[in-house]
């Protein structure tokens, strides 16, 4: 069976300071992975998202960037993190073709104080 | 624009009741409709998907309708349990595959 893991799960971070959180999917190949945003009382926003290895599209412009350096792993990245980087982040994956049913992660808490 | 309207915002009912919240949607071209459910911290966890053929699916407790033409649907929960209590949430898939999120219906099950 698949399984998708996020870690960490909280993180508390100084304004300015880089970030790195990491997505990984076990138990399927070529995986269409994304990186969602969510704020508290809106609905998700889709960051970023992938259909293979190095291939990134990035939905809306922010400080943050994503990299896929292999098939089942996807990192989300920022060089200084601002304050409006906190939020609630997801990371996904679906089959790719057909209906793109997304299996969500565990989500990380990110607080940038 | 494609957008996703959930209602009511939060609810709160008592165990053993039902209820029923409601999505409204104006994505086009239409290709499914998904309910996830999503505890407090945790990722969202598929209940159901719909296609435009399908106009009811149910899991469990949990059942969706679909109208396709008035562009609604609806989730109904029945003889709810505590474990029911978490933000559910609508979203719908258009044709190129991008999906829209609705905010969410937060409901409280209360003993």
């Known amino acids: 069976s698949q399984t998708i893991h996020q870690w960490p799960a909280t993180l508390v971070q100084p304004v300015g300071s880089p970030l790195s959180l990491e997505c990984t999917v076990e138990?399927?190949?070529?995986?269409?992975l994304y990186w969602y945003r969510q704020a508290a009382g809106r609905g998700l926003q889709l960051l970023f998202y992938?259909?293979?290895?190095?291939?990134i599209s990035s939905e809306v412009p922010q400080n943050l960037s994503a990299s896929r350096p292999q098939d089942r792993q996807f990192i989300l990245s920022s060089k200084k993190l601002l304050l409006s980087d906190s939020g609630f982040y997801l990371c996904?994956?679906?089959?790719?073709?057909?209906?793109?049913?997304?299996?969500f992660g565990p989500g990380t808490r990110l607080t940038v104080l | 624009k494609n957008q996703v309207e959930q209602s009511p915002q939060s609810l709160i009912i008592l165990e053993g009741k039902n209820c029923t919240l409601q999505?409204?949607?104006?994505?086009?071209?239409?290709?499914?409709l998904r309910w996830y459910k999503q505890d407090t911290g945790r990722g969202p966890v598929s209940l159901t998907i719909?296609?435009?053929?399908?106009n009811t699916k149910s899991n469990g407790r949990y059942t969706a309708t679909l109208d396709a033409d008035t562009k609604q649907s609806s989730l109904h929960i029945t003889a709810s349990q505590l474990s029911d209590s978490a933000s559910y949430i609508c979203?719908?898939?258009?044709?190129?595959?991008?999906?829209?999120f609705g905010a969410g219906t937060t409901v409280t099950v209360r003993a």
């Open positions: 996904a994956w679906s089959t790719s073709g057909g209906v793109h049913e997304q299996f």
């Open positions: 138990g399927t190949s070529n995986p269409n």
């Open positions: 992938s259909v293979g290895i190095g291939q």
């Open positions: 999505c409204n949607y104006t994505v086009s071209p239409f290709s499914n």
């Open positions: 719909m296609t435009f053929s399908e």
């Open positions: 979203v719908v898939s258009a044709a190129d595959y991008k999906l829209s």
